[in-house]
């Protein structure tokens, strides 16, 4: 009863259209926060500068491998390593876009799924390659291809993955991507 006669106050009417005027300017406001085309290149460009700065340091350390030489490689391991390890950090760095992580997540996945091959793959097969043509086997040399091929594997997935998480921003917020770089 005490509600009935307080809702049919002046005063109660008033204030329901104030809040329900606050209420759609909030929600207005909300919606025009959504980033525009414009911001959603400007995100996508800063993680293909991270990505093509990684990709030319794992083409220096395959290049370095296929000289043979322990010095080359391991120079060329240590810039990759560094280079992963800064574009974890410029990533991480990098806010959500429209509250959605799917792009971002997916380039750190690459990120660490190529930290995980050098460890994994890419160490044993830079031991392979140092050593002198008479010191290895036919198993020595089968290892290291199934090596190879583990981690083209892994890195591959994770390629994958990248791409069609920044197919999914760019078709989200309608913008082309020009082209997959080429390594």
Same mark, same amino acid.
């Given at each position: 009863?005490?509600?009935?006669? =307080?809702?049919?106050?002046?005063? =109660?009417?008033?204030?329901?259209?104030?809040?329900?005027?606050?209420?759609?300017?909030?929600?207005? =406001? +909300?919606?025009?926060?959504?980033?525009?085309?414009?911001?959603?290149?400007?995100?996508? %460009?800063?993680?293909?500068?991270?990505?093509? #700065? *990684?990709? &030319?340091?794992?083409?220096?350390? $395959?290049?370095?491998?296929?000289?043979?030489?322990?010095?080359?490689?391991?120079?060329?391991?240590?810039?990759?390593?560094?280079? *992963?390890?800064?574009?974890?950090?410029? *990533?991480?760095?990098?806010?959500? +876009?429209? &509250?959605?992580?799917?792009?971002? %997540?997916?380039? +750190?996945?690459? =990120?660490?799924?190529?930290?995980?091959?050098?460890? #994994?793959?890419?160490?044993?097969?830079?031991?392979?390659?140092?050593?002198?043509?008479?010191?290895?086997?036919?198993? $020595?040399?089968?290892?290291?291809?199934?090596?190879?091929?583990?981690?083209? $594997?892994? *890195?591959?997935? #994770?390629?994958?993955?990248?791409?069609?998480?920044?197919?999914?921003?760019?078709?989200?917020?309608?913008?082309?991507?020009?082209?997959?770089?080429?390594?």
């Amino acid at each position: 009863m005490y509600f009935k006669y =307080f809702t049919n106050k002046p005063k =109660f009417k008033k204030m329901k259209k104030t809040i329900f005027a606050l209420s759609t300017l909030v929600v207005l =406001f +909300l919606a025009s926060c959504k980033p525009t085309k414009e911001d959603a290149i400007k995100y996508n %460009d800063a993680i293909i500068k991270e990505q093509v #700065a *990684v990709m &030319g340091e794992v083409n220096n350390l $395959d290049k370095a491998i296929y000289t043979y030489d322990g010095i080359k490689m391991e120079a060329a391991y240590k810039k990759l390593n560094e280079q *992963v390890d800064k574009s974890i950090e410029a *990533v991480n760095k990098m806010s959500a +876009l429209g &509250g959605k992580t799917e792009f971002k %997540d997916a380039t +750190l996945g690459y =990120f660490k799924a190529i930290k995980e091959g050098m460890v #994994a793959e890419m160490r044993p097969i830079m031991t392979h390659y140092a050593k002198p043509v008479t010191e290895t086997t036919e198993a $020595d040399d089968e290892r290291a291809e199934k090596l190879m091929d583990a981690n083209i $594997d892994r *890195v591959s997935k #994770a390629d994958e993955a990248f791409y069609k998480a920044q197919e999914a921003q760019a078709k989200e917020y309608g913008y082309t991507i020009e082209s997959k770089p080429k390594f």
